[in-house]
């Protein structure tokens, strides 16, 4: 079997210098036309493969994006990873994805070991260990090392760098006016996300929708989910001393759990009380009866995260383009959990 053929062998046989082959093959617009079409062609005829090893270390790139999400089994950050890994393959990387599991030790590990040589950058979602600490040394330290991040979802101003978000405030406003304005009085909101920058901005909007809709009389019920179970007993006795004819959820899982709760105290959704959560994934379609949600179009967001992140990556390192948040609407999908007016 005869050796593979290298760069210095195909400038060799094209007659072309190393560095003339090497750029009529990334088709160097400094390459006439006809001479890159030249050493494409013998290379063609040779086999040649390009040592993409050799190149990532002359260049100092990988090719590779680090991915750091809080929690694989949420359908919001499933659906955001899809889109990630299609636009990252569509640009020419890799992607290599990590789960903090909400805590800000493994966030802090995984950082640690991927910016070791392994990523040229990173996209992340924060967990809220993160935010309980209030410690962001970590990813300040990381963009102080010349490789850029992109947060998104769940985001800080304590970090200065590119971040993709959705209209959290607007949309969990919307959602408590529409409960409100379809006859709803008593209308609460369950958060198990209660201590990130996306439970917090859902929480202020909810409450911004009952102060400019709701009667004088109603009053702000925010129930935290810390462990489910937990909650189950709680929620189940506060049904009993409290009527509630409305519910805004932070997100897919603690809706669907919450209107099972509702359900077996022998209340109906939506005739007794409508439910509305955030994230269209699977569990809203099939949930019995399905899930009224706010559609965050998380693959979207992941294209537009992984789009930030390379451009900042391949642009010339003497130009630093200012920082910029890109924020995504949502869409509210009405189905059988809440009565509400189109």
Excluded at 61 to 66: A, L, P, S
Excluded at 148 to 154: E, I, Q, S, T
Excluded at 321 to 331: D, M
């Amino acid at each position: 079997m005869s050796d593979p053929i290298t760069l210095k062998k195909l400038a060799h046989l094209s007659n072309f210098s190393i560095s003339t082959v090497s750029k009529a093959l990334a088709d160097n617009p400094e390459i006439s036309k006809g001479t890159r079409e030249k050493v494409k062609k013998l290379a063609e005829l040779y086999n040649y493969t390009p040592n993409l090893v050799a190149r990532s270390l002359k260049q100092r790139r990988t090719k590779t994006i680090g991915v750091i999400i809080p929690n694989i089994l949420a359908h919001f950050f499933a659906k955001v990873l899809v889109g990630i890994e299609k636009k990252a393959v569509a640009l020419g990387y890799n992607i290599i994805t990590c789960i903090s599991d909400e805590s800000y030790d493994k966030e802090v590990k995984s950082i640690q070991m991927l910016a070791s040589g392994s990523v040229d950058g990173f996209i992340i979602s924060i967990s809220k260990e993160t935010y309980i600490k209030e410690d962001y040394q970590h990813l300040i330290a990381t963009i102080n090392k010349n490789l850029p991040v992109v947060l998104f979802d769940r985001v800080t101003e304590n970090v200065l760098c590119d971040k993709v978000i959705i209209n959290d405030f607007e949309s969990s406003y919307d959602a408590t006016k529409k409960l409100i304005t379809s006859g709803c009085k008593n209308v609460i909101f369950v958060s198990p996300i209660n201590h990130t920058s996306v439970g917090i901005e859902r929480v202020n909007g909810y409450n911004k929708a009952l102060k400019d809709h709701a009667t004088s009389n109603a009053t702000s019920q925010i129930l935290i989910i810390e462990e489910y179970k937990e909650f189950a007993q709680y929620f189940n006795t506060y049904l009993e001393d409290h009527t509630i004819d409305g519910i805004v959820a932070a997100d897919e899982l603690s809706a669907i759990y919450t209107m099972n709760l509702i359900i077996g105290k022998g209340l109906r959704v939506p005739e007794d009380v409508s439910v509305i959560g955030f994230t269209d994934g699977i569990l809203s379609e099939n949930s019995n009866p399905p899930l009224t949600t706010v559609d965050q179009h998380g693959i979207e967001l992941g294209e537009i995260a992984t789009k930030k992140l390379i451009n900042r990556l391949e642009q010339d390192n003497s130009i630093q383009n200012e920082y910029t948040t890109t924020t995504i609407k949502t869409t509210l999908i009405k189905r059988g959990s809440a009565r509400i007016e189109d």
